[in-house]
């Protein structure tokens, strides 16, 4: 019984010097933000991740607009606009609409220029393909 009592104290030891060592670290970690977050005078969260602060909605250059017809949605960044298209308008995604415009144009090349069918059934948001044109011309 003594021995067996002597060998768990010997554990409960090795275990409160790992317990230990990992403290020392994380005091460590905590003050490398703590001396960090003084110097470049950033926010943080109490578990030491940097608050991100944002723009509020209305603080937002929105310049990038809704190329449809009827629809007057302003948006701050590209990505969030071809977000719209393919939600709102079942555009797909950039990439697809953009390998789309260059399949069309490259179909409806003839010697002269661009004969297009009077009535193109997909779903493209407006100028995409004369802007996918221009750009295969240069």
Known sequence: MFISNQHLIEEVEKNAEERNRI????????DF???NANDIKAKRYKNGRKIHE???N???DKTEECPYEGCDKNYACEGSLNLHIKTKHNGGN??????????LIRS??????YKFPDKIEVNLPPGIIQKVAEELEK
Do not use: P, Q, S, V
């Not at 409806?108 to 220029?113: A, F, L, V």
């Open 108 to 113: 409806t090349r003839t010697k002269n220029g």
């Open 94 to 103: 950039k990439t697809d609409r953009e390998k789309l415009a260059k399949r």
């Open 54 to 56: 944002r723009k509020c």
């Open 58 to 60: 209305r603080e937002l």
């Open 23 to 30: 403290l020392t670290k994380i005091f460590h970690i905590k």
């Open 33 to 35: 933000y703590d001396k």
